[in-house]
């Protein structure tokens, strides 16, 4: 059967707006991020501790936390940002945030397109962060990006995404996020994957899946996903996102589209869909394009 309930992880505002060429201005974002918390999203991944040159996006990522620090308070401090190494994670600290997300790759050559280093770079790489994150009692996340195909490599190996994702478990992650960066897996291909982390001792419990929309397939996998009892899945209001490293990443999966589906299911998720229709449809407004999501769409007529 289907679960009960599932948590949706909202990545819009930092894997929405990551890609976007138009720089948001401050206060826009953290009305962004604020009105989807008054949406019901439990978790609302809000930007990332990179370098500013690689994602010149986010980086107000300071400002942006400092504002919402002082709007939320109690509830600033538990949103999710990304850090890729210690710098990102010691900036992250300075502001007393206690939840991060490290972001690793199933191959090589993304590993040296969206981090600089290799992949047994890449693990030394965060090895120190996730370890200090834990001694301090933050929470950490880890992501694992071209779950399913590489624009570079081709498909990847499910044995070769089950061993990068026990690399990043046995750095002391807390939950596992497998990325499909861009948007080529099918249903089929995620309960493989599902399975293989099964019998290699890792239960859907501990996994959330990230799927982007580029081929169409995100809500099809995301059923495949409920089916294998995986019960966190990511996903951007409106459709928002990709990756700025990954030249055929588009959108993620919509989180109105996703809701709209787990509501049909009779599935719990603790979102108020007006709400994040008319958010959405607000930021298309800032953006200056419509939606892509097909929910945002039938409901906001954008
Ligand atoms: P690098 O150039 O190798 O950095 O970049 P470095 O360690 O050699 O340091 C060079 C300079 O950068 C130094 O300054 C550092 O202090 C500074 P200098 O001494 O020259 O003045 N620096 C930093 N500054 C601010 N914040 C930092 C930081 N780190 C170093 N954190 C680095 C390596 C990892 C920094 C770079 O590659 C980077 O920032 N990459 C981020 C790429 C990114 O954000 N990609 C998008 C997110 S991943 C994604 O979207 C996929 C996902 O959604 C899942 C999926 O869909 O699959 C998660
Ligand atoms: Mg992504």
Request: hydrophobic share 45%.
């Amino acid at each position: 059967g289907l679960p009960r309930a599932v948590r949706i992880w909202e990545v819009g505002p930092r894997d929405g707006l990551q890609n976007e060429a138009t720089v948001v201005p401050t206060p826009v974002k953290a009305a962004f991020v604020s009105r989807l918390l008054d949406a019901g999203l439990p978790v609302v991944e809000a930007t990332s501790f990179v370098h500013p040159r690689w994602v010149p996006q986010l980086a107000d990522a300071e400002a942006l936390m400092t504002d919402l620090l002082a709007e939320l308070q109690e509830e600033a401090v538990g949103l999710p940002v990304l850090v890729p190494n210690e710098k990102g994670l010691d900036r992250a600290l300075a502001l007393g945030l206690r939840h991060v997300a490290v972001f690793g790759s199933a191959t090589e050559t993304f590993a040296r397109r969206n981090l600089n280093r290799g992949l047994a770079e890449q693990w030394a790489m965060f090895a120190p962060v996730v370890g200090r994150a834990r001694d301090a009692g933050v929470a950490v996340r880890g992501y694992l990006s071209m779950c399913f195909g590489d624009p570079w490599e081709g498909p990847v190996p499910v044995d070769q995404v089950v061993s990068a994702g026990l690399r990043l478990l046995e750095l002391g992650v807390d939950e596992l996020s497998l990325g499909d960066t861009i948007g080529v897996g099918t249903p089929g291909h995620v309960s493989a994957l599902v399975r293989a982390f099964q019998r290699a001792g890792v239960g859907p419990e501990r996994l959330a899946l990230h799927f982007h929309d580029t081929y169409g397939q995100a809500l099809a996998n995301v059923l495949a996903g409920l089916r294998a009892g995986v019960t966190t899945f990511d996903a951007s209001a409106g459709g928002l996102g990709g990756c700025p490293y990954a030249a055929s990443a588009t959108g993620n999966l919509a989180t109105e589209d996703l809701v709209w589906m787990l509501t049909g299911l009779g599935i719990e998720h603790g979102v108020d869909l007006d709400r994040l229709v008319a958010t959405s449809a607000w930021m298309a407004g800032h953006l200056g394009r419509p939606s892509p999501s097909a929910v945002v769409r039938a409901l906001a007529g954008t």
